[in-house]
Nanobody, 124 residues
Framework: QVQLVESGGGLVQAGGSLRLSCAASGRAFSSYAMGWFRQAPGKEREFVASIHWDGRNTDYTDSMKGRFTISRDNSKNTVYLQMNSLKPEDTAVYYC?????????????????WGRGTQVTVSS
């Protein structure tokens, strides 16, 4: 099993940046693919990005390509989400999740472990 704790959320003005972190504890972090999802009030949870366990392959929702970057440091058991050029519509609770597979990573059913989320609020 793996336990996930997100941090780094907060309030930022439009155009600003934030870096989210997700610290994992438990066994074999490097064997998990990791993903970031977000959920805005009144909306369904949506896929943001994912990264393969070796860090070489990543995937993003089209609307976030070029603005968001997912990365990981397996020596620190941590996955990151760098968010630039933030927009008010990026306001949401951001969750990280872990998966033992690398297939259809935008489907939240692929992930067996979830953090509790961190709030990101972007003001206009």
């Amino acid at each position: 099993q793996v336990q996930l704790v997100e941090s780094g959320g907060g309030l930022v003005q439009a155009g600003g940046s934030l870096r989210l972190s997700c610290a994992a504890s438990g066994r074999a972090f490097s064997s998990y693919a990791m993903g970031w999802f977000r959920q805005a009030p009144g909306k369904e949870r949506e896929f943001v990005a994912s990264i393969h366990w070796d860090g070489r392959n990543t995937d993003y929702t089209d609307s976030m390509k070029g603005r968001f970057t997912i990365s990981r440091d397996n020596s620190k058991n941590t996955v990151y989400l760098q968010m630039n050029s933030l927009k008010p519509e990026d306001t949401a609770v951001y969750y990280c999740a872990a998966s033992t597979v690398w297939r259809a990573m935008s489907d939240d059913r692929r992930y067996g472990y979830w953090g509790r989320g961190t709030q990101v609020t972007v003001s206009s």
